[in-house]
């Protein structure tokens, strides 16, 4: 029952670390440093999708 809920709490934390990332991206001023943020956030993403599939990262609804 506990391990049901742990890569659902796992993914949403990857997401919302994703996230913080892309925000933290547009408002950073040097460029550098928005692209550095931007790759990281990417790569969050990307680590999501690997350890529960394609679409865990997201939310759409179709």
Not at 32 to 60: C, F, I
Request: neutral net charge; without cysteine; aromatic residues 0%.
């Amino acid at each position: 029952m506990g391990n049901e809920s742990r890569p659902s709490a796992r993914t949403r934390q990857m997401r919302d670390k994703a996230q913080e990332l892309e925000q933290a991206a547009q408002r950073a001023t040097d460029p550098a440093e928005r692209q550095r943020l931007t790759e990281k956030a990417l790569h969050v993403r990307e680590k999501s999708e690997q350890e529960n599939g394609p679409g865990a990262g997201t939310m759409d609804p179709m």
